[in-house]
């Protein structure tokens, strides 16, 4: 079902406050006229005005947000999901995940994003400059670990049997090794061995 004028300018606020922001300073994030969301812009009289394609699409992608995931925070039934964080740095640590890649332990704080709760959702704290300029130091990345196919481009976490954790994107997986590629040109790219994978999820949303 399409959404109405009032749902789009709805989503463009619930994702301005996710991120902290005003609408305006969300304009200017993704390199647009600050005023290009101001209440004045979204009437135009008694007609109603909309954001054009190219502007949103730009939001999105700086918010790190698919199509589908800003319909269903735009949407009347649009709700915050609490879901386990940590920082990445400690998702190598044992103690922290069961045998499927899951949470378990203590140690874990609770975050909220605008999405459905369901089994397989994280959160994971960026800290270090190996994901720039994708994410900083300080974002909060939901992975979705309930992903049963994944495609090249994906953004994706993985952690080893070694319990080291990488944030890349999946250049290709076979049914022996992932072909990785760094968000960050500055670090290299990683090629590993299917039985040297503990875990891999999808990253589902960014909080920059």
């Not at 589908?68 to 039934?77: I, K």
Request: charged share 30%; aromatic share 6%; with cysteine.
């Amino acid at each position: 079902m399409p959404l109405t004028h009032a749902q789009i300018w709805t989503g463009i606020d619930r994702l301005a406050r996710r991120h902290g922001l005003s609408a305006s300073a969300l304009a200017r994030r993704a390199e647009l006229d600050p005023t290009s969301f101001n209440p004045s812009k979204r009437m135009s009289g008694e007609r109603p005005r909309w954001p054009s394609t190219e502007s949103l699409t730009k939001v999105l992608t700086v918010c790190g947000v698919s199509l589908a995931q800003f319909a269903e925070l735009a949407g009347d039934g649009a709700s915050e999901t609490p879901v386990p964080l940590i920082g990445l740095a400690q998702a190598g640590d044992d103690g922290f995940f069961d045998d499927q890649g899951l949470p378990d332990g203590d140690g874990w704080e609770r975050m909220d994003f605008p999405g459905r709760a369901r089994e397989g959702l994280f959160a994971l704290r960026v800290a270090g400059d190996s994901m720039l300029p994708a994410y900083r130091a300080g974002d909060r990345l939901v992975v979705d670990r309930s992903v049963d196919a994944y495609r090249s481009g994906d953004r994706v976490v993985v952690r080893t049997v070694q319990g080291e954790v990488l944030a890349k994107e999946l250049k290709r997986r076979t049914a022996t090794r992932l072909e990785l590629k760094s968000l960050n040109p500055e670090f290299r790219d990683r090629v590993l061995e299917i039985k040297d994978v503990s875990w891999m999820g999808r990253i589902l949303w960014a909080s920059q």
